[in-house]
């Protein structure tokens, strides 16, 4: 595969085969983030599509070509963040794909206990986990300490550990 900066330089050219191979670098990574972040398939195709879109347009703004895949989860985790602000309730709505018979995998009881935690709680444990982020980065994204950050995600992973003992 090409050097990720090779195809960043021809990406702010409007190459748009570069683009597309440097988004098929982080589509998987995306489309996990947002699915976990927002518990809905739909909205995590729609908030992907979006980010990508506006990652393609603005692709002139990036200044570091080895820094895209944190730009481009940026750009992901703030369309994340606001599609969050718009639930007007919380759903419980999981992807079709889980097993939800009398036996319960293991990877069901995950997701089910990270879908109890709180909005917040699953942006900053997505953001860390499927995006790489430092507790430093997703402080300043999110405009928050960061030894709150942590404190946050402490908290969430072991709600969630105490979830799946139950």
Not at 66 to 93: G, H, M, P, Q, V
Request: with cysteine.
């Amino acid at each position: 595969m090409e050097d990720c900066k090779v195809l960043v330089e021809r990406a702010r050219a409007k190459d748009r085969d570069a683009f597309a191979r440097l988004y098929e670098m982080v589509y998987v990574d995306m489309y996990r983030f947002a699915l976990y972040t927002l518990k809905n398939c739909h909205d995590a195709e729609d908030v992907v599509a979006d980010a990508v879109a506006d990652a393609y347009n603005g692709i002139s703004s990036l200044r570091e070509a080895d820094a895209f895949k944190n730009w481009i989860f940026k750009i992901l985790s703030n369309k994340c963040r606001r599609r969050l602000k718009e639930y007007t309730r919380k759903t419980s709505e999981l992807p079709d794909d889980l097993e939800k018979s009398g036996d319960f995998t293991e990877e069901f009881q995950v997701r089910q206990a990270f879908s109890r935690l709180s909005d917040e709680e699953r942006l900053i444990i997505s953001m860390h986990l499927f995006a790489g982020y430092t507790s430093r980065e997703i402080a300043r994204i999110l405009h928050k300490n960061e030894n709150t950050i942590r404190s946050k995600e402490s908290r969430a992973l072991a709600k969630m550990r105490q979830m799946l003992e139950e």
